[in-house]
T-cell receptor, first 111, second 116 residues
Framework: KQEVTQIPAALSVPEGENLVLNCSFT??????LQWFRQDPGKGLTSLLLIQSSQREQTSGRLNASLDKSSGRSTLYIAASQPGDSATYLCAVKPGGFKTIFGAGTRLFVKA | DADVTQTPRNRITKTGKRIMLECSQT?????MYWYRQDPGLGLRLIYY???????NKGEISDGYSVSRQAQAKFSLSLESAIPNQTALYFCATSAGTSGGEVNEQFFGPGTRLTVL
């Protein structure tokens, strides 16, 4: 059974710091991995989608990597800003049509 | 305007009441999903639909039912609400692919449901 774990559950950093959020999954047989941002009252926003054949994806200050063999993905946020404060969710798609979500990392960037 | 909308955004109800949560999308996607989110847990799939005539149970469908009224509309019903159905509910959509893979999902803003 595929399980997705995100560590840490919460993180507080000063503005301007570079940071890494971690996601691990137990079964390396995945089609893709997606990172989301969740803001209170605004649902989930897709940040990056990495297909199984890819090693990383970049969007602005965000870079996500995928290492299927080790069952790990990282989301790197450069030069963090208070507006980056949110909960970040990792989700993997194993075989079939399901998507398995981690519980998220709650990020707080202090001004 | 948002591509995926949910109504209501907040709802408080009593045990035993019937509740319907509605989802509409303007993305033109065939696939729609209902998830629930509980504190400290990841989102869990309740039901999904790949087109108007195709509805499937997810991992936690007990106590829920759905209706796909049109390509753009997917409703979730709680026939007799109970307190452990208190959660944040999300609707999502995705485009279909020829390989049947689920690609990028787009989420609505969520409905916060409280069952007393």
């Amino acid at each position: 059974k595929q399980e997705v774990t995100q560590i840490p559950a919460a993180l507080s950093v000063p503005e301007g710091e570079n940071l890494v959020l971690n996601c691990s999954f137990t079964d390396s047989a995945i089609y893709n991995l997606q990172w989301f941002r969740q803001d209170p009252g605004k649902g989930l926003t897709s940040l990056l989608l990495i297909q199984s054949s890819q090693r990383e994806q970049t969007s602005g200050r965000l870079n996500a990597s995928l290492d299927k063999s080790s069952g790990r993905s990282t989301l790197y946020i450069a030069a963090s800003q208070p507006g980056d404060s949110a909960t970040y969710l990792c989700a993997v798609k194993p075989g079939g049509f399901k998507t398995i979500f981690g519980a998220g990392t709650r990020l707080f960037v202090k001004a | 305007d948002a591509d995926v909308t949910q109504t209501p955004r907040n709802r408080i109800t009593k045990t035993g009441k019937r509740i319907m949560l509605e989802c509409s999308q303007t993305k033109g996607h065939d696939r729609m999903y209902w998830y629930r989110q509980d504190p400290g847990l990841g989102l869990r799939l309740i039901y999904y639909s790949f087109d108007v005539k195709d509805i499937n149970k997810g991992e936690i469908s007990d106590g829920y039912s759905v209706s796909r009224q049109a390509q753009a509309k997917f409703s979730l019903s709680l026939e007799s609400a109970i307190p452990n159905q208190t959660a944040l509910y999300f609707c999502a959509t995705s485009a279909g692919t020829s390989g049947g893979e689920v690609n990028e999902q787009f989420f609505g803003p969520g409905t916060r449901l409280t069952v007393l």
